[in-house]
């Protein structure tokens, strides 16, 4: 199936579970009620997908809809419901196109529920089609798909005996009643919940059971009562379920909660119970099962039937089957029809756009013309050759993919305005933002719609393929390809300089914008003496401008200097330096540059400096289309040459190599550089050629330095890269730290580090983070993180917020409000907490390995603690080689999740107080920072470095 048949740059996809991979707990995470349903079609909406259906049942849950790529949907229903994305991956399926076309005529024909031609199903595609409707999210595809889908649902209902029989899953429910339990028409009988599935359980019931002794009990009472009067069954208030409950010898669940309904705490029996759970996600508690004399039956063993009902339905499939393939046939004739549609309204459009020119031009002339009469015979016209061309595109002689280039010939002032939001994806620093929302404001200018999407670390980020079979490499680019192939933005907007020379698969230059200033400046102090003296202090972070540096100051120290441009310029006015180097660009954007600076027009910028590069996906045609407006020639062809020389180079952020074109009066010249990193070794090329005739420019530079040397320094240059990744390790941090975090040890320091420590937020349920909380305690960072995943920050009703830590504190007042108190460690906090907590409660948002200080403390003292477990840490450790010497700690669970896997003779550094009294328990040499932050940790390290 062609892309065209269906969107213009989509495929259809379903992604969904069911019973057949997913057990009942796994199916009730990804469940979706009407609300879910309309909170996730509003997100597509937002999002532009532009054609889904979602429908979700106690058998499975699945996604219908156009995506570039399928984790978009994925990401829909994971944004939506309780599961995660790695929980989703292992139990689930995703067809394309035909294969998903095909699977939704199983589902809603019976074939593939779990009870064979069970057709409940159908109901749930009609809703779900409504739905999408209201939202605007039926187009003609899902409109035409959903009644064909309908119509054979029909035909092999009406024309075959697949459905014949009892086989739902209320009547099998009252089977198992009736073959485990003897004399069921003298016991008491309790119906918590009045659904769909209660009330056909309920009628199942009385029709087989012969009983009169069923209670009814909903948390509506009405509910319950309205069924009860047909039936003249008993009535009990919500109020009295433990009560009924102790009476009941069968209890039937239907409640169809997002949570268990149904507690250990609620039973009280001597006489054995029967629990049937019908609700998905499981509404009575696993711990239930544990309890003497009572029997929990959930739906999945209700479900599984083979009796003689089942093994007659079976014998019609394959007549049903002829059916589907019948109707899916004349549903692939319409879709071939399909392609034909916007050719077939151009020319129309055209047509018509050619017959008012002509009538208005004719009126002009002629003074008897009767209008009204040309109008209604031009219309017959365009009609009757507009049908002759249908009749011809359709016709086995027609190339549909050239056809298709027809509309591309007609005036493009007569294009339909397009309504596609364009989702730039940016990182969240201030100059990124500041160049995302320059493009945002030319986009707009020019018509379109826009929304700017802020994406975090490629770490945070899932992918069903490895990174490196990508090809992705860029440091600062990486989590914005990451998400640009997963659907979840249409555009990335980066520094040209920070984008890798080869682009991942699938990712193409969109545009190119005018380049700012490409000049590197020196900020400095108090005066520029120091450019005159032997001595002096820069600090810069590429290797680049330390090596052009050096070449021309060979007696001054470099330093580095490392973060985004604030940071960088924070740091440059808190320390003693005599100058420190940026790119003009960086500063004049956001407004930073100081008062004292050079322009250092000797030295060569990085490839692209300055430039502001738009990316996105080769097969998205609209966006390639709106960006071309944005993009500036001159510009794109410099650049182009510059990175073309640095690819030649093979050079990265580990080579120092700068580069320059320039187009002045029709010349393209372009200047190159390559250094060894101190400095000593410098080659140069400078080549120039007239405009039109400059392809070769930079491979003519790249090869001319190469060989002069630049191979044998380019070799030198890889050969100290690998011989520093060899060199011994001194120490392990169990966290991972940033390029700055690592710049900041010692010379002396080899330093390796990973997260010992994976967290995963937990999905809670809207409605319970929106209550009032009078008093609430948060000891991590991860704890605030996780609990945003969850609501917005303004939806947050928090009076009193106590918290572990300065950071966190920090954290917290920044993203969600003040924090009334703040102490060190868990312990301290705690014993704040009994002497001034204002009430007697606490909600404290912790995760699962969480120390017992806290709420031990509380509870000793009468303080109620509410936990919520916001999210899950999970151990992730790394073999450490035994000559390691030091290992780095930041928490409690990081020392648990290193010992699983290595011993305890070696130096712990810590972070803070409740890391050491951990560490002390079995490590002898026990070191704790100065003050609880990184930075302290590693300064720890570098003081017994240097001392040695």
């Not at 074939?111 to 409940?120: A, M, Y």
């Not at 759970?277 to 009575?284: H, R, Y």
């Not at 349920?765 to 995943?789: F, H, M």
């Not at 040499?925 to 040695?948: H, M």
Request: with cysteine; net charge neutral; proline share 3%.
């Amino acid at each position: 199936m062609k892309d065209y048949h269906i969107s213009r740059h989509n495929s259809f996809y379903t992604i969904g579970l069911n019973y057949k991979k997913a057990d009942a707990q796994v199916r009730g995470k990804f469940s979706l009620d009407a609300a879910a349903i309309d909170k996730l079609l509003t997100q597509a909406e937002v999002e532009g997908i532009d054609g889904i259906l979602a429908t979700s049942t106690c058998n499975r849950t699945e996604l219908h809809g156009f995506a570039q790529h399928p984790f978009q949907l994925i990401k829909l229903l994971c944004d939506n419901t309780a599961g995660s994305v790695e929980e989703f991956q292992e139990v689930a399926y995703v067809y394309k196109n035909n294969d998903a076309i095909g699977h939704l005529f199983r589902v809603g024909t019976g074939l593939d529920s779990q009870i064979l031609g069970d057709f409940e199903v159908i109901s749930q595609l009609r809703s779900s089609f409504n739905r999408s409707k209201k939202h605007g999210l039926a187009n003609p595809f899902i409109e035409r798909l959903c009644n064909s889908v309908i119509q054979a649902s029909k035909r092999v209902k009406n024309e075959t005996e697949i459905s014949t029989g009892a086989t739902s899953v209320a009547f099998a429910s009252v089977q198992y009643i009736l073959k485990n339990v003897s004399g069921i028409s003298e016991k008491k009988i309790l119906l918590f919940g009045t659904g769909k599935i209660g009330r056909n359980t309920c009628e199942n019931l009385i029709k087989h059971t012969k009983n009169d002794r069923i209670t009814l009990i909903n948390r509506t009472k009405n509910k319950a009562e309205k069924i009860a009067g047909k039936f003249n069954l008993i009535v009990q208030d919500y109020g009295d379920l433990q009560t009924e409950i102790r009476k009941a010898d069968v209890l039937v669940v239907a409640t169809g909660a997002h949570s268990p309904t149904i507690s250990k705490e609620l039973i009280y029996t001597k006489k054995p119970l029967l629990i049937l759970d019908l609700s998905i996600p499981k509404n009575v508690s696993d711990d239930v099962s544990e309890l003497d004399n009572v029997t929990v039956v959930h739906l999945d063993h209700l479900s599984q039937m083979t009796d003689e009902t089942l093994a007659k339905r079976k014998r019609f499939i394959p007549h049903a089957e002829e059916i589907i393939e019948q109707v899916h046939g004349e549903f692939n004739q319409w879709l071939e029809t399909r392609k034909f549609a916007p050719v077939i309204k151009a020319l129309k459009k055209k047509l018509k756009t050619m017959k008012d020119e002509e009538l208005d031009y004719q009126s002009k002339k002629q003074s008897n013309f009767d209008a009204q009469q040309a109008d209604a015979i031009s219309d017959r016209i365009i009609q009757k050759i507009t049908k002759q061309f249908a009749n011809h595109l359709k016709s086995d002689n027609v190339d549909a993919d050239t056809s298709l280039e027809l509309p591309k010939s007609f005036s493009t002032r007569n294009r339909e305005p397009m309504s596609k939001v364009i989702r730039i994806g940016t990182r969240d620093s201030e100059l990124a933002l500041w160049q995302a929302n320059t493009v945002k404001e030319k986009l707009e200018g020019l018509g379109h719609r826009t929304e700017l999407v802020p994406v975090k670390s490629a770490g945070d980020l899932v992918l069903d393929k490895p990174l490196h079979e990508l090809g992705i490499t860029g440091i600062f680019t990486k989590s914005l390809d990451v998400a640009m192939l997963k659907g979840e933005i249409d555009i990335a907007v980066h520094s040209m300089k920070d984008v890798p020379t080869v682009l991942p698969k699938g990712i193409v230059q969109a545009a190119v914008l005018e380049r700012g200033n490409h000049f590197d400046i020196l900020a400095y102090k108090k005066n520029q003496e120091f450019l005159a003296q032997q001595e002096a202090t820069i600090a810069t972070g590429s290797l680049r401008r330390k090596a052009q540096w050096l070449n021309r100051y060979p007696t001054h120290t470099l330093v580095d200097l490392r973060g985004n441009v604030n940071t960088r310029m924070e740091k440059f006015n808190e320390n003693e330096w005599n100058g420190a180097i940026f790119a003009a660009a960086g500063l004049e954007r956001i407004g930073i540059e100081p008062e004292n600076t050079i322009g250092l027009g000797w030295m060569l910028p990085a490839p692209a400096q300055g430039t502001i590069v738009v990316v996105a996906l080769e097969e998205d045609q609209f966006v390639h289309e709106a960006c071309a407006e944005l993009n500036h020639e001159p510009t794109e062809i410099c650049t182009r040459l510059e990175r073309e020389f640095l690819n030649r180079l093979e050079g990265g952020c580990t080579a120092p190599i700068g580069a320059l074109a320039t187009i002045m009066e029709e010349e393209v010249t372009l200047k190159g550089v390559l250094l060894s990193v101190d400095g000593r070794k410098k080659l140069e090329a400078e080549f120039t050629a007239p405009l039109g005739k400059h392809a070769n420019l930079g491979k003519d530079c790249a090869n001319s330095i190469l060989s002069r040397g630049g191979k044998r320094l380019m070799s030198e240059l890889q050969k100290d890269k690998i011989n520093s990744a060899t060199e011994k390790t001194n120490v392990v941090s169990t966290k991972k730290l940033t390029a700055e975090q690592l710049q900041r040890f010692d010379k002396a320091v080899k330093v390796e580090s990973d997260d010992f420590i994976k967290i995963s937020p937990n999905r809670i349920p809207a409605a319970t983070l929106k209550k009032e909380y009078r008093n609430v305690v948060i000891t991590s960072q991860n704890g605030v993180d996780s609990l945003l995943t969850n609501i917005s920050a303004d939806d947050l009703q928090f009076d009193n917020i106590y918290c572990v830590g300065r950071k966190t504190k920090r954290l917290i007042e920044n993203r969600i409000g003040p924090v009334k108190h703040q102490e060190k460690n868990a312990k301290k906090l705690a014993e704040h907490l009994v002497e001034y907590l204002e009430g007697l409660e606490v909600h404290y948002f912790c995760g699962n390995l969480r120390m017992d200080d806290l709420p031990n403390i509380l509870t000793e003292n009468n303080i109620r603690v509410n936990e919520l477990e916001v999210y899950k840490t999970k151990y992730s450790p790394v073999e450490v080689d035994e000559n390691v010497e030091g290992i780095l700690f930041f928490s409690p669970s990081t020392i648990a999740s290193y010992l699983s896997k290595n011993t305890a003779d070696k130096i712990a550094y810590c972070i803070g107080e409740t890391a050491a009294a951990e560490a002390q328990k079995h490590f002898e040499d026990v070191r704790v920072a100065k003050i609880p932050t990184v930075e302290s940790v590693i300064d720890l390290v570098n003081e017994e470095y240097i001392k040695k």
